[in-house]
């Protein structure tokens, strides 16, 4: 089956912890992206990343890291430095070509308290 | 800024009729436009994506896309109450791979 497969699918960390999202796609896109969405809000975009070894900030990328050693894994570090994690992480990836759409997992939501 | 705008409703409709989301843009770049359906608590889920102007359609959906006004539109065709959810509109410019999203319109369709 291709698709998207974010982990865990809820996590809750205390607050001064950092804490890993993971994000696997073996739909073979070589564009992926991480969006943060809050309740009743549309999606913010966090960091994206075209190609292996290369990724760019978003809108709201403070408090956020990101690597991207493998085509398949884009893992994102939510950081102590973020001021209000608590929130459902969304981890998308797209082709290039055609419309360059972006397909979505099924998301983290992460409470830190 | 460039933005997406949605009215977040919630827009209600009866079982069977033709809902009709709408979405405008402020970016005149902007050159491929997606609409994605959320259910509550889900992630969100291409519906259609459109960049010609004129419609598309593709079963009971209609995306439709008037580059000189500026504003994107999803027409469903026989609503069902398994349609509530709320449609997400988001645009692309040509030269980028980002997407950028609207807030959503909150859709209900009353059996």
């Known amino acids: 089956d291709g698709g998207i497969t974010q982990s865990p699918k809820y996590l809750f960390r205390k607050e001064g912890q950092n804490v890993t999202l993971s994000c696997e796609q073996n739909l073979n896109h070589d564009a992926m992206y991480w969006y943060r969405q809050d309740p009743g809000q549309g999606l913010r975009l966090i960091y994206y990343?075209?190609?292996?070894?290369?990724?760019q900030k978003g809108d709201i990328a403070e408090g956020y890291s990101v690597s991207r050693e493998k085509k398949e894994s884009f893992p994102l570090t939510v950081t102590s430095a973020q001021k209000n994690p608590t929130a459902f992480y969304l981890c998308?990836?797209?082709?290039?070509?055609?419309?360059?759409?972006?397909?979505f997992g099924p998301g983290t939501r992460l409470t830190v308290t | 800024q460039k933005e997406v705008e949605q009215n977040s409703g919630p827009l209600s409709v009866p079982e069977g009729a033709i809902a009709s989301l709408n979405c405008t843009y402020s970016d005149r770049g902007s050159q491929s436009f997606f609409w994605y359906r959320q259910y509550s608590g889900k992630s969100p889920e291409l519906i259609m994506f459109?960049?010609?102007?004129g419609d598309k359609e593709d079963g009971r959906f209609t995306a439709q896309l008037n580059k000189a006004s500026q504003y994107v539109s999803l027409l469903i065709r026989d609503s069902q109450p398994s349609d509530s959810a709320t449609y997400l509109c988001a645009s692309r410019m040509d030269s980028s791979y980002k997407l950028i999203f609207g807030s959503g319109t909150r859709l209900l369709v009353r059996p």
């Open positions: 459109i960049y010609s102007n």
């Open positions: 998308a990836s797209s082709p290039s070509g055609r419309g360059y759409e972006q397909y």
């Open positions: 990343s075209q190609i292996v070894n290369d990724f």
